[in-house]
Antibody, heavy 115, light 110 residues
């Protein structure tokens, strides 16, 4: 069955970096690109960026330019989202979601706490 | 970056009909914005109800429908059920390839 399984919760200090993984299974990894979306406590959804596993091309929201890096590992069908220079405002749940197909499959979310 | 606007909150009676809207600061919303609608309940990941204006997933209840209404994207719920109480988000795509979420609408079924 198609699923996206994300890495576990992280606690980081301000100024550090975090790398969240999203492992895909049940479909052809290179046929779908992957969005990253985050949600701070009690807040709305925020689009962070997108990566196409096939060529590795990326497009990041302006807000995160220079701080976010999205990569992929074709051998394990995994995409990664690394966010650097963490601050308290980066405390959030981070989700991956595949597209096209209407963002039909989402990861379970990874809680990142910056404290 | 564009700003996407939604009603902060709406209330609908059980069995009633309600329309949520999604506007863009750049002008009229068109099919070229490929509007998405997501439902999120507390403690859960979002799930997509509508994509590309009006397309439904297999899990999307028939009582939900997507459209363009005037200059906005719209999500209409006809025959509201208690389980429809949730936060709803729209997402619009732009020519720079960077989609933007709306602030969300908290829908109460009361």
């Amino acid at each position: 069955q198609v699923q996206l399984v994300q890495s576990g919760a992280e606690v980081k200090k301000p100024g550090a970096s975090v790398k969240v993984s999203c492992k895909a299974s049940g479909y052809t990894f290179t046929s779908y690109y992957m969005h990253w979306v985050r949600q701070a406590p009690g807040q709305g959804l925020e689009w962070m960026g997108i990566i196409h596993p096939s060529g590795g091309s990326t497009n990041y929201a302006q807000k995160f330019q220079g701080r976010v890096t999205m990569t992929r590992d074709m051998s394990t069908s995994t995409v990664y989202m690394e966010l650097s220079s963490l601050r308290s405002e980066d405390t959030a749940v981070y989700y991956c979601a595949r597209n096209p197909g209407g963002m039909d499959v989402w990861g379970q979310g990874t809680t990142v706490t910056v404290s | 970056q564009a700003v996407v606007t939604q009603e902060p909150s709406l209330t609908v009676s059980p069995g009633g009909t309600v329309t949520l809207t999604c506007g863009s600061s750049t002008g009229a919303v068109t099919s070229g914005h490929y509007p998405y609608w997501f439902q999120q309940k507390p403690g859960q990941a979002p799930r997509t109800l509508i994509y590309d204006t009006k397309n439904k997933h297999s899990w999307t209840p028939a009582r939900f429908s997507g459209s363009l209404l005037g200059a906005k994207a719209a999500l209409t719920l006809s025959g509201a059920q208690p389980e429809d109480e949730a936060e709803y988000y729209c997402l619009l795509s732009y020519s720079d390839g960077r989609p933007v979420f709306g602030g969300g609408t908290k829908l109460t079924v009361l």
